[in-house]
């Protein structure tokens, strides 16, 4: 069994222009701009409005939008593409016209259910390919076999009676899907269920990979929404597979 640390630092952004500190102090924007990042929707109460909140806490207010239909949803993340207009709008960081919104597929931790934890959430191998905490969510990006025949399963599982604090396995669930080809997906799942008082936490996640068993150790720190692991750049671009999970 290998174990692979993650270890927490200063705020990254999950980009392919990869937005962040510097280049949100620019004195001016170009509409032919075009940032990518994931972000949590924060529905506003009024109808079809909403903002958004990268991983590092910056707080984005859709003042134009080329998707006037999409819907927001409470707990909700989504892979974010858009330009900046300008800075400090009202009370949010940005102003920013919307070009488009994947909603990631977003999960409550589950329960440990023991002896059906094979059955019920499945054993079949992913490869990390990242993952990290950011606004409070832990997020995976993974890779995996597919068939095309059923949406695979998906789940953050915290087991229970385990000696290790904080233990977590990835579970994956193919049901029997005839894989002939690589994809890649991504979930975020939410940790504001975890009791933790306040206190920064590590989470130990298993993880069961075409290697073997591999344990992740990142950490979470409940009382900082704005946080991210790694000061590197994430990139998400269009081969991430939205639909083929849930």
């Given at each position: 069994m290998k174990t692979v640390?993650?270890?927490?630092?200063?705020?990254?952004?999950?980009?392919?222009?990869?937005?962040?500190?510097?280049?949100?102090?620019?004195?001016?924007y170009s509409l032919g701009n075009v940032w990518y990042s994931i972000a949590t929707v924060v529905p506003s109460g009024l109808s079809h409005a909403y903002y958004l909140r990268l991983d590092h806490g910056t707080t984005l207010w859709p003042v134009a939008t080329d998707i006037p239909w999409y819907v927001p949803k409470e707990k909700r993340r989504a892979l974010a593409y858009y330009t900046i207009?300008?800075?400090?709008?009202?009370?949010?960081?940005?102003?920013?016209?919307?070009?488009?919104?994947?909603?990631?597929?977003?999960?409550?931790?589950?329960?440990?259910?023991?002896?059906?934890?094979?059955?019920?959430?499945?054993?079949?191998?992913?490869?990390?390919?990242?993952?990290?905490?950011?606004?409070?969510?832990?997020?995976?990006?993974?890779?995996?076999?597919?068939?095309?025949?059923?949406?695979?399963?998906?789940?953050?599982?915290?087991?229970?009676g385990v000696n290790t604090p904080w233990y977590f396995e990835f579970r994956h669930h193919a049901y029997g899907d005839n894989?002939?080809?690589?994809?890649?997906?991504?979930?975020?799942?939410?940790?504001?269920?975890?009791?933790?008082?306040?206190?920064?936490?590590q989470l130990?996640?298993?993880?069961?990979?075409?290697?073997?068993?591999?344990?992740?150790?990142?950490?979470?720190?409940?009382?900082n929404s704005g946080q991210t692991t790694n000061a590197v750049e994430r990139t998400l671009s269009g081969d991430i597979d939205f639909a083929e999970i849930v």
């Open positions: 640390k993650l270890i927490f630092a200063c705020a990254g952004v999950l980009a392919a222009s990869c937005i962040c500190n510097s280049c949100m102090k620019d004195e001016g207009l300008s800075d400090t709008y009202y009370d949010y960081d940005h102003a920013v016209k919307v070009l488009d919104l994947h909603d990631v597929l977003t999960k409550p931790v589950a329960q440990d259910r023991g002896e059906e934890n094979d059955s019920y959430f499945g054993n079949d191998p992913v490869t990390i390919l990242d993952l990290w905490v950011g606004d409070g969510y832990l997020n995976v990006k993974f890779g995996f076999t597919y068939g095309g025949s059923v949406k695979h399963f998906v789940n953050l599982v915290k087991r229970d894989a002939y080809t690589q994809r890649k997906g991504i979930v975020s799942f939410d940790l504001s269920s975890l009791e933790t008082g306040g206190e920064e936490i130990t996640i298993r993880v069961n990979t075409p290697e073997g068993e591999q344990d992740y150790t990142v950490k979470y720190n409940p009382g």
